[in-house]
């Protein structure tokens, strides 16, 4: 889509920002709020920060008000304002938690605390006021901030709801005040149709469409107070589902008609269901319209008679079988799973993977199978997990990164948040691996070596200089002991396991993973337990930072889930976030290998 040529162009900090709108067609049970931070996710990972609107769950809003008639017929409309407006705070809490859960730093408010106001009729009301700087100061400390669509406090009632479809109005409403030029509406639907799909089949499906066509044709898909406060302010809307790349696109300009492109399901296989896999598996039943399931890979099949999700097998033949689109391995190990992943790449199959020692120990073996087979590669779980630091690096290409360092093992971190705790080392590390933190063989975490691979990995993703991990200078965890900590906690200090790579001349790279006390005030000493950060530093010695949560299921399904939609959504070749309106700067590549 091209920019609207009446806007002004937007600041440079409104193009980083994005308004997502999660409306209750598409909130329809708990399990919806998990896709919905999938979907959060996928802009945070392009570099953009999300502000989402939440409306209540399916039906919550017309139960309220139901309850509203039955237990006050006739009451004031500002008592039932009070009532109807309830399911979207629960729904933007709800969202809040499904964020917090896979690592997004979040912030949920309610309207008051950002200053939204509304006027006139508290069960239909306009929206009149934000408080835009508290909202700005706000975003500028989290990746994420949920505001519950449909309300807002009202100057003479105290609240107010903005009539049926109001969650609409308000994305529009925080898209017009804080500057930014489109707002994304999720539904049911793929986009609007000259007429109701549903109802007739002959209806045609818009790419583009101005605000007059579409308030003729949504039919109340989209509140129609909200498209004209669109229109009004120049912001351009797009409807689209969940997960889905195109959109219809509501701005000026002729309508233009089109059906949906790249929908066709894929085979996928997946290898292994432990703490990665098995979320994994979560998010891909939930998409059945997507995906086809192979028998999912596992060593003991018989342990898992009670998992109705999928069929096991511990034959990887059987896994691979039939005509395969996705590989997707979360198995652990090196040199097995690259061998599994190298054949697919090689028979043209895409791969994700969330193993960082396999991709670190093997990249050119699988980078030449998937040049051999004109197949993808991607591994965004496989350094940071949920925290998008493969990402961010690709993104600094242009203009160049000149260091990076982070806490890069979520294991490391949570035993040396617990050791300064007092915690004994082999209490800390058991709960990690009770928590799904630690690799397979916990030494590689303790050791240093999973920070190796890891930086190993954004070493060639930042300078494109292939330094084996088994290069790189490493210290162990078990150097350090509770005493230790205690004397650096009484020094204003704490011990951090860092991960770092400096260019230095030429093709040449420093590069350790050491544990060092740092300051309290420093980044990384806010990072605790499971978390991840890393500070990457440009060639202008602009500093960007990456949070997120390192290790444990949902943060790294997260990732590895983010990575298999971006193929299923592109063919080979495309940019697989073609919707993501970047603005102008670098192209927010995905984090896979494409051939060349
Ligand atoms: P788990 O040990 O929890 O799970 C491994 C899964 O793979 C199990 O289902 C296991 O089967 C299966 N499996 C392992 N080896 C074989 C084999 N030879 N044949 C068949 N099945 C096999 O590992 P994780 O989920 O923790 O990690 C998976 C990958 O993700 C690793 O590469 C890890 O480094 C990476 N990763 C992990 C993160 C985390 O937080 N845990 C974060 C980021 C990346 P069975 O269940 O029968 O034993
Ligand atoms: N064991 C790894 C860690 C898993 O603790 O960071 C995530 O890569």
Same mark, same amino acid.
Request: proline share 5%.
């Given at each position: ?122 069960? =239909? ?74 109802? $007739? ?77 098995? !979320?994994?598996? =979560? ?84 980078? =030449? ?14 350094? !940071? ?20 360092? !982070? ?5 490391? $971190? ?38 190796? =691979? ?143």
């Amino acid at each position: 889509m091209s920019p609207n040529p009446d806007q002004p162009e937007p600041s440079r900090e409104a193009d980083r920002l994005c308004v997502i709108k999660f409306g209750g067609s598409v909130l329809t049970g708990l399990a919806d709020y998990s896709e919905a931070a999938s979907e959060t996710y996928r802009h945070i990972r392009s570099g953009e920060k999300v502000i989402v609107i939440a409306s209540a769950l399916q039906g919550e809003t017309d139960a309220l008000y139901e309850e509203s008639e039955l237990v006050g017929a006739g009451a004031s409309p500002v008592a039932r304002a009070r009532l109807v407006r309830l399911g979207e705070f629960r729904s933007a809490a709800l969202m809040g938690l499904a964020l917090d859960r896979i690592g997004v730093r979040v912030i949920v408010v309610d309207p008051g605390e950002i200053g939204l106001f509304a006027e006139g009729d508290p069960l =239909d009301a306009g929206l009149c006021g934000l408080d835009v700087e508290s909202l700005r100061k706000k975003i500028e400390c989290a990746d994420a901030i949920v505001v519950p669509g449909f309300t807002a406090s009202h100057h003479e009632s105290g609240a107010a709801v903005l009539g049926r479809g109001g969650a609409d109005l308000t994305a529009v409403m925080l898209a017009a005040k804080i500057g930014i030029r489109r707002a994304r509406l999720i539904k049911n639907v793929d986009g609007v149709y000259t007429c109701n799909p549903a109802k $007739n089949p002959a209806a045609v499906r818009f790419d583009r469409l101005d605000y007059t066509a579409a308030t003729a044709a949504s039919e109340g898909l989209i509140q129609d107070k909200a498209i004209h406060m669109a229109e009004a302010a120049g912001v351009q809307l797009e409807i689209a589902a969940m997960g889905a790349v195109q959109a219809s696109c509501i701005m000026p300009g002729p309508a233009i008609t089109g059906a949906l492109r790249n929908n066709q399901r894929k085979r996928i296989a997946l290898l292994g269901c432990g703490a990665v896999g098995s !979320g994994v598996l =979560d998010h891909v039943v939930r998409r059945p319209d997507l995906f086809d399931l192979n028998p999912v890979l596992v060593r003991d099949p018989g342990a898992r008679s009670s998992d109705a999700r999928a069929a096991f097998t511990s034959d990887a033949a059987i896994a691979l079988s039939d005509r395969l689109d996705l590989l997707v391995e979360m198995m652990g190990g090196a040199d097995e799973p690259a061998v599994l992943m190298a054949e697919a790449l090689s028979a043209g199959v895409d791969v994700v993977t969330a193993n960082k020692a396999a991709v670190a120990r093997h990249f050119d073996a699988l980078k =030449d199978a998937a040049v051999r087979g004109g197949a993808r590669l991607a591994y965004s779980a496989a350094v !940071g997990g949920g925290a998008p630091m493969i990402e961010t690096v690709r993104r600094l290409r242009t203009p160049g990164v000149a260091g990076l360092e !982070g806490v890069m093992n979520g294991t490391a $971190n949570f035993i040396l948040s617990k050791l300064g705790e007092g915690r004994a080392f082999a209490d800390a590390l058991a709960e990690a691996q009770e928590l799904g933190f630690a690799e397979a063989d916990p030494r590689a975490d303790v050791e240093g070596h999973d920070a190796a =691979d890891k930086l190993s990995i954004l070493i060639r993703e930042a300078f494109d200089i292939s330094l084996p991990p088994e290069h790189i200078a490493k210290q162990s965890l078990a150097e350090i002991t509770p005493e230790m900590c205690a004397a650096a906690a009484a020094h204003g200090k704490v011990y951090k396991q860092i991960a770092r790579a400096r260019r230095t001349s030429g093709n040449a790279v420093d590069a350790a993973v050491t544990i060092e006390p740092v300051c309290l005030s420093h980044p990384f000493a806010g990072a605790r337990n499971e978390q991840n950060r890393a500070l990457i530093t440009d060639i202008n010695g602009r500093i960007h930072a990456v949070f997120g949560k390192g290790a444990g299921r949902w943060p790294t399904a997260a990732a590895v889930f983010a990575d298999i939609m971006d193929m299923q959504r592109s063919p080979a070749c495309d940019n697989p976030v073609p919707d993501i309106q970047m603005p102008d700067r670098s192209a927010p590549g995905p984090t896979c290998l494409q051939p060349a």
